[in-house]
């Protein structure tokens, strides 16, 4: 499978498919839903960087929307120009050819070229004329849309057969690793080493907390069971390190968390624990994952969130170690106020909330500059200043009145 990138600007393939579907259609009102998202894509990208095609269908659509000859005219002689000499700008652009020739290797009518040099030579044709080349440029663009619809669900089809083999490949490995079998580890470099490598994680951490489920017995503690299973994926994390995706997995084993009173929500947990007090520890190197957390990176904001998004008594002290080893670190005395407010939220006994309240209230609190408070000062006022400057004439720019003096008249 290709690893070619573009950047386009439709969300998905289901958007493309709905606006090819809606010019297709020729329905007034699934005529403006297209143009109206066509107009958001040009938004989004200079208009270089978009198809020839959707540009023109944008142009078309808008000048009959115009329900204006002149609009449609100018409309039609630029899908002409456009897609005519579109090969030529591609293959020889300091070569000119007659536009009759162009719209020929194009499979453009030669009445259409005559039309478009007519209204390049200020002729406009009748609104009968204009109209008909109007659909007849709208079915020629479908066709473009209807290739490019097709295309995009071969790749999809072909992407879902890719991933289910990845994934049939990762599952099989992880589960190699936790029965103790060989392993390969050629399948393994090649599904880290595709695009398709973030789809993945899920797999790996349901496979991996599946299997510690499966373990459970109510005897043995979940320490122990991720301890065991840590030793035997050995050969997967240090494939991982090789390609950078450490802090990833991290991330996604954080990011499955959802308090839902499971065995697996607390292997997912035990699973946290352990990778943060690695980090934690990657200097004296106590820990079993303690190898596999150098230069790690970590998205802490994404991780904060989620865990006070869904936080609890039992997410409580992973939030806390994942305060401590934040980077950069927080202060001690912000930490004790954070964890005194989540230990508020969690119910927990908390015999100096009074003290945290009077504490709180007594810091001083942001100010903001004088340039954003602006607004509120008085008029005459001097910034920066205790003082207030005088409101006379010549302080605010006027000249002062000479009541003494007597004007001339010459």
């Not at 103790?180 to 470099?189: A, I, V, W």
């Not at 990778?275 to 820990?287: H, L, M, P, Q, T």
Request: with cysteine.
């Amino acid at each position: 499978m290709n690893d070619d990138k573009r950047i386009v600007p439709w969300v998905d393939a289901s958007e493309f498919s709905d606006v090819a579907n809606n010019i297709c259609s020729c329905e007034t009102y699934k005529l403006r839903l297209a143009w109206e998202t066509i107009k958001i894509w040009l938004c989004r990208m200079p208009v270089s960087k978009i198809p020839r095609s959707i540009v023109c269908t944008y142009e078309l659509l808008n000048a009959y929307f115009e329900n204006s000859s002149q609009s449609m005219a100018l409309a039609l002689m630029r899908f002409v120009s456009l897609l005519s000499s579109e090969s030529q700008d591609r293959e020889r652009p300091n070569f000119a050819l007659p536009i009759l020739s162009l719209a020929r290797v194009a499979g453009l009518p030669s009445w259409l070229a005559d039309l478009r040099n007519d209204i390049a030579h200020g002729i406009i044709p009748s609104t009968d004329t204009l109209e008909s080349a109007f659909w007849w440029s709208l079915k020629y663009l479908s066709e473009f849309w209807a290739s490019n619809v097709n295309y995009n669900e071969e790749r999809i089809f072909e992407l879902d057969g890719f991933l289910k083999c990845q994934s049939l490949t990762l599952t099989k490995y992880i589960e190699s690793l936790l029965q103790g079998d060989k392993t390969s580890q050629l399948d393994m470099k090649e599904v880290f080493s595709s695009r398709s490598t973030y789809a993945c994680f899920p797999l790996i951490i349901n496979a991996i907390c599946s299997y510690g489920c499966n373990l459970f017995t109510g005897e043995s503690p979940l320490c122990n069971i991720v301890q065991n299973q840590a030793i035997k994926l050995k050969p997967l994390f240090s494939t991982m390190l090789y390609h950078k995706l450490v802090g990833e997995l991290v991330l996604q084993f954080i990011l499955g968390l959802r308090n839902d009173r499971s065995v697996d929500d607390d292997i997912r947990l035990e699973w946290c624990i352990a990778w943060i007090e690695a980090i934690r520890c990657r200097v004296s190197g106590k820990s079993i994952l303690c190898d596999y957390v150098d230069g790690l990176s970590l998205d802490w904001r994404k991780a904060l969130d989620h865990i006070l998004n869904h936080m609890c008594d039992k997410y409580r002290d992973l939030f806390m170690k994942l305060l401590i080893i934040r980077d950069p670190p927080i202060p001690q005395d912000k930490l004790k106020v954070i964890m005194s407010h989540v230990d508020v939220f969690c119910g927990r006994d908390v015999p100096n909330t009074h003290e945290l309240r009077k504490q709180v209230l007594c810091e001083p609190g942001w100010k903001l500059a004088d340039s954003l408070l602006w607004a509120e000062t008085p008029l005459g006022a001097i910034i920066n200043s205790s003082k207030h400057a005088s409101t006379s004439r010549q302080h605010k720019g006027v000249p002062p009145y000479d009541t003494k003096g007597r004007r001339q008249v010459c």
